[in-house]
C-alpha cells in the first residue's frame, strides 16, 4: 500500500506533525505510567484501525519490556486476567472515549470513576490528553493511508 500522500513532506503537514509531537512529550512526561501509556496508545489504534500505530506501539512496547502476552491480549482485555485494575479503568476509559459517536453521551460516569480511583487528577489529565492525540494521529494516519511495518523501536523519538 503506497500513502496518499505525504504529509510530513508539506509545510502543513509537518506544523501539524510539530505540534502533535509536542502534546504526545507533554503526556511522556506526565506522571502517567509508562505501562498505561503503551497500553492505551496501541488500543486507540486497534480501535480506528490505524495499523501504522499499532505497528509503532507494539514495538516501542515491546522495546520497553513489555510482553508479548499482555500486547497480545489488549484487544480483548476485558477477558484477560494480565492487567491490573488501574490498566483495565485506563482501557475502559480509552475505548468510550474513542468510541463517542458510538454510545449515547460519551464517556459514562462509571467509566471516569473508574478511572479517577486509580489515577489523580495530573494522570487523568495526561490520559484524556494521549487517548485525544491518539486519536488525532490515527486519524491523520488512516486519511492518508500510511504503510505498517517498517518501523523501528525509537524511530521517531
Not at 496508545?41 to 509503532?56: H, K, M, P, T
Not at 499482555?70 to 476509559?93: D, Q
Not at 495530573?122 to 494516519?141: D, F, H, K, S, Y
Amino acid at each position: 500500500m503506497d500513502a496518499r500522500l505525504d504529509y510530513a513532506g508539506n509545510p502543513v503537514g509537518a506544523r501539524i506533525a510539530k505540534y502533535l509531537v509536542s502534546a504526545s512529550r507533554v503526556v511522556h512526561d506526565s506522571p502517567l505510567p509508562a505501562a498505561t501509556r503503551e497500553l492505551v496508545q496501541l488500543r486507540v489504534s486497534q480501535i480506528n484501525g490505524c495499523a501504522v500505530c499499532v505497528d509503532q506501539h507494539t514495538k516501542d512496547a515491546a522495546h520497553a519490556g513489555e510482553t508479548s502476552v499482555r500486547l497480545n491480549l489488549v484487544a480483548v482485555w476485558r477477558e484477560a486476567t494480565v492487567f491490573t485494575a488501574a490498566e483495565r479503568a485506563a482501557l475502559e476509559l480509552t475505548e468510550q472515549a474513542t468510541r463517542i459517536a458510538d454510545g449515547s453521551g460519551g464517556v459514562s460516569d462509571e467509566a471516569w470513576a473508574g478511572a479517577a480511583e486509580h489515577y489523580d487528577e495530573e494522570q487523568l489529565t495526561a490520559l484524556v490528553g494521549l487517548i485525544a492525540v491518539m486519536n488525532a494521529w490515527n486519524r491523520l494516519n488512516v486519511a492518508t493511508r500510511q504503510p505498517a511495518g517498517d518501523y523501528r523501536p525509537g524511530q521517531w523519538g
